[in-house]
C-alpha cells in the first residue's frame, strides 16, 4: 500500500453511480479511502485492476467538490494547520481561504 498505490487511481462512485477516477494520493486524504485500500491491498497485488470504493451517501454533485477540494490542497497549497485553543470565533481568522 506504501510504494505503488501513490502513483496508482481509484474509482469513488456516487449515490447515482456516477464514477470519478482519483489519484491514490488525493483519495488517501480520506479515512475511508485508506481504511478501504487497506482492506482490499491483497486484491490490488492480483492483475493490478482499479479499486472500485462504492459511496452510497455521497452525492455526484458533492463527490465532484470534495475531489476538487482535495485536488487543490494536495497539488495546489497544502492544509494549514488549526491550533487550538481557537484564537477567534470567526472562522475566516482561523482556517486559510479554499480559492
Known sequence: M????VHGTVKLVSKEGD??????EIAKLSNLVVTTLGEDDSDEDNGGD???IPLPNVKATVLAKVIEYCTHYKQEEPMTTITTPLK????????QEWY
Open 50 to 52: 482499479m479499486v472500485e
Open 2 to 5: 506504501d510504494g505503488d498505490d
Open 88 to 95: 477567534s470565533n470567526r472562522i475566516e481568522e482561523i482556517v
Open 19 to 24: 464514477t470519478f477516477e482519483v489519484p491514490v
